[in-house]
């Protein structure tokens, strides 16, 4: 994750799309044939494909559902705060 400058928040530097084209300058070649078929092999890893806050997000909100908003504020209590706090800042926006 990196973060953005001008608005705080997070960005998944990982993310991938089958609609952006690689960055060329003059002194770089275009991508080969082999370049290609690794693109289209990143773009099937989840690594790539599935956004991390997206993931977490969806899969805080199960826990709270499965659990229910008592127990799941019982089970963020025994969570450190500092990770309480690292996880709301990542999550804003959402």
């Known amino acids: ?10 960005k ?8 952006e084209e690689p960055k060329v300058t003059e ?10 078929r690794k693109k289209m092999l990143a773009l099937k890893d989840p690594v790539h494909t599935v956004s991390l806050q997206q993931f977490i997000y969806e899969k ?3 826990q709270q559902e499965m659990l229910g908003e008592q127990g799941f504020q019982s089970l963020m209590e025994t969570v ?3 990770i ?3 996880l709301q800042e990542f999550l804003q926006g959402f």
């Open 12 to 19: 998944d530097c990982m993310l991938m799309s089958h609609l």
């Open 60 to 62: 805080l909100k199960a």
């Open 84 to 86: 309480v706090t690292q």
């Open 27 to 36: 002194d770089e070649e275009p991508p080969t044939e082999q370049d290609k």
């Open 1 to 10: 994750m990196t973060e953005d400058p001008e608005t705080g928040t997070y």
């Open 80 to 82: 450190d705060t500092e």
